[in-house]
């Protein structure tokens, strides 16, 4: 396995949409989104698991982000409706391997994600 490739950032108006991708080497256990504004710790986004589905959303974006996974294609995406300048920052994908792993296993590059008033 390697480090999973996301794509999909990039600068949108308030209110808004961006659909960002995840694309994982081989089966993944979950998958899951964070994101690391300027000056600020990176924090939980959302989380799918690939066995049945199941999802998980930080307060913040509930209603408003939806994450899915396309298991054919190992990969995972997090479409972001009804952005907020508070949306912005860096995105990172973290993938894990096993139910067994207490942390994620592999992390992305990152993408950019600005959101303008």
């Known amino acids: 396995q390697v480090q999973p490739v996301e794509s999909g950032g990039g600068l949108v108006q308030a209110g808004g949409s961006l659909r960002l991708s995840c694309a994982a080497s081989?089966?993944?256990?979950?998958s899951a989104w964070f994101r690391q504004a300027p000056g600020k710790e990176r924090e939980f986004v959302a989380a799918f698991n690939r066995r049945d589905g199941t999802t998980y959303y930080a307060d913040s974006v509930k209603g408003r982000f939806t994450i899915s996974g396309d298991n054919t294609k190992n990969t995972v995406y997090l479409q972001m409706n009804s952005l907020k300048p508070e949306d912005t920052a860096v995105y990172y994908c973290?993938?894990?391997?096993?139910?067994?792993?207490?942390?994620?296993?592999?992390w992305g590059q990152g993408t950019q994600v600005t959101v303008s008033s």
């Open positions: 081989g089966r993944t256990f979950s």
């Open positions: 973290a993938v894990r391997y096993s139910a067994y792993s207490s942390t994620y296993d592999y």
